[in-house]
């Protein structure tokens, strides 16, 4: 994995974890991204369901459209990419 895609998915699960605390049920739901080159998330989606609404809920609300993320690097050469992250919420008393 490049040095900007693990850079990612620690930025991804530390915006997770500020909501993951939420989290009455556990919970484990794949989140696909779509990201424009300047760090900007165009396209967010349930890639594989938790099973429960309010856990896929609490994972799109963790990067939603719109946010911004960590622009893509000029080296890779892409204008845009894709990822898919799985993101477990359980809950805080646990």
């Keep these: 994995m490049s040095s900007y895609k ?3 998915h620690q930025a991804i699960g530390d915006r ?3 909501i993951r605390n939420r989290s009455t049920t556990d919970g484990t739901a794949t989140l696909k991204l ?3 080159a ?3 998330v165009t ?3 349930i ?3 938790s099973g429960s609404p309010y856990i896929d809920g609490l994972v799109l609300k963790a990067v939603p459209v719109g946010s911004k993320l960590l622009p893509i690097p000029d ?3 892409s204008s845009t990419i894709a990822v898919v992250v799985p993101l477990r919420f359980t809950p805080r008393n646990r």
Excluded: P
């Design 34 to 36: 779509v990201i424009a």
């Design 6 to 8: 693990l850079r990612l």
């Design 38 to 40: 300047s760090g900007e």
């Design 16 to 18: 997770a974890r500020r």
């Design 47 to 49: 890639r594989a369901s």
């Design 75 to 77: 080296e890779l050469g």
């Design 43 to 45: 396209a967010s989606e």
